[in-house]
């Protein structure tokens, strides 16, 4: 874990920081602990983005800008993950052929549809944060980037052949999975009280079923997948969030 969180911040982000060590296999996988720190200082931003919109623009406007700029500072790393996941579980029936279609580079009419739900639904889930609420923008990405972390710790990778993401699930360790979500747990109690820690739980439950899904359907997970995990995490954490205010 010593020394990855500049590694975890540049491959999470389009934020700048030397790194000064190999990008290997095994610096990739310890630097899952700092995953859901790259998600506070994600939280930071939207959060302070989302509240100088807020004065100077309309809501409608401010939310558009907020999702945009989302997209940009991570880089459309887990959008690409959902469109591939999709394309691959709704075009392939064997695993062999949707893990085909999800390493492919052209996105199907599955990927666009989620792609479009998810941006959607995050617009109309940002234009609904007002006042305290507003507090969930400093915790969503924190909670799905630990749901990161959780899904690579209990699956296994599905392509023979190996990827980027096989790093991950082979990697993690127990011990760094308790250090991320003591984090997350410790973040959320602070941002949200109860109520952090009950969608962080929930979160969990999400994650735990989502690897029994994918094992079943295609023997694993890929990196494809662990995007698209941290995408529907964020979307279910801001749901949650406006539910229990």
């Keep these: 874990m010593k020394n990855t969180f500049p590694l975890a911040l540049t491959f999470l982000t389009k934020l700048p920081w030397p790194w ?3 990008a290997d296999e095994s610096a990739l996988a310890r630097s899952l602990f700092w995953f859901p720190w790259v998600g506070a200082v994600l939280g930071l931003m939207f959060w302070a983005a989302w509240a100088g919109l807020a004065k100077i623009l309309p809501q409608p406007a401010a939310a558009g800008l907020l999702l945009a700029f989302t997209a940009w500072i991570t880089g459309g790393l887990h959008l690409d993950g959902l469109a591939d996941t999709f394309d691959g579980l709704g075009g392939g029936r ?3 052929e949707a893990l085909r279609i999800m390493k492919d580079s052209r996105v199907g009419a599955f990927g666009v549809i989620s792609l479009v739900a998810v941006l ?7 234009l609904s944060v007002t006042g305290p609420a507003s507090r969930v923008l400093l915790l ?3 909670i799905s980037r630990c749901g990161i972390v959780l899904m690579a710790y209990l699956s296994s990778y599905a392509r023979p052949e190996g990827g980027l993401g096989q790093a991950m699930t082979q990697g993690v360790s127990g011990r760094l999975v308790a250090g991320a979500s003591l984090c997350t747990g410790a973040l959320s109690l602070a941002l949200m009280g ?4 009950r969608l962080v739980g929930v979160a969990g ?4 079923f989502g690897s029994l899904y ?6 694993g997970i890929t990196g494809d997948i662990l995007g698209a995990t941290n995408e529907a995490l964020e979307v279910l954490v801001l749901t949650g969030a406006l539910m229990l205010r």
Excluded at 205 to 208: A, E, G, I, K, N
Excluded at 214 to 219: A, I, T, V
């Design 20 to 22: 000064p060590g190999p």
């Design 94 to 96: 064997a695993p062999a």
């Design 120 to 126: 959607v639904l995050k617009f109309s889930l940002f």
């Design 140 to 142: 969503y990405p924190v």
């Design 194 to 197: 109860v109520s952090g820690l």
């Design 205 to 208: 439950l999400v994650v735990w």
């Design 214 to 219: 994918f094992r079943k359907r295609l023997g």
